[in-house]
């Protein structure tokens, strides 16, 4: 499946949201989802992070691509998904967690360390924190 997910900065601080569904639900992860049918990437992003978040974004560059392979409890594989991660200008909205989102924050990057952060997610912060400058 193909998803997009949103790096987006404010300060030192980064738009975290919490899965409220599974697969990782309870973790916190990069604002995001599947494209669908048709979707252009760029409008993929935007539309996700606006109904997860409340915010309006635009996208930058891209920050990073990622493939999350999750087995079921037998050890077959029950997800698959390429994720197209950007970097993403805030453009404007209030945050509220919408969608199937639990939670939606700007954590202190100081303070990821302190969270349940999906796999992978901190990496793709760490490439997008190089394209911000």
């Known amino acids: 499946m193909l998803g997009v997910g949103a790096v987006v900065f404010r300060g030192d601080e980064v738009l975290l949201i919490e899965r409220?569904?599974?697969?990782?639900?309870?973790?916190?992860?990069?604002?995001?989802g599947l494209v669908e049918a048709g979707e252009r990437l760029e409008s993929a992003v935007v539309r996700e992070v606006l109904e997860e978040t409340g915010l309006r974004v635009a996208p930058r560059a891209i920050a990073a691509v990622f493939e999350r392979i999750m087995p079921d409890a037998e050890g077959r594989t029950e997800y698959?998904?390429?994720?197209?991660?950007?970097?993403?200008?805030?453009?404007?909205?209030?945050l509220a967690a919408?969608?199937?989102?639990?939670?939606?924050?700007?954590?202190?990057l100081a303070e990821?360390?302190?969270?349940?952060?999906?796999?992978g997610t901190p990496g793709v912060i760490r490439r997008a924190l190089g394209l911000r400058s």
Do not use: N
């Open 20 to 32: 409220g569904k599974p697969p990782l639900m309870g973790f916190w992860t990069l604002p995001g």
């Open 112 to 119: 990821l360390g302190r969270r349940s952060i999906a796999p």
């Open 80 to 94: 698959h998904y390429v994720i197209i991660d950007y970097l993403c200008e805030l453009l404007g909205g209030t």
């Open 98 to 108: 919408a969608s199937d989102v639990a939670a939606a924050e700007w954590v202190p």
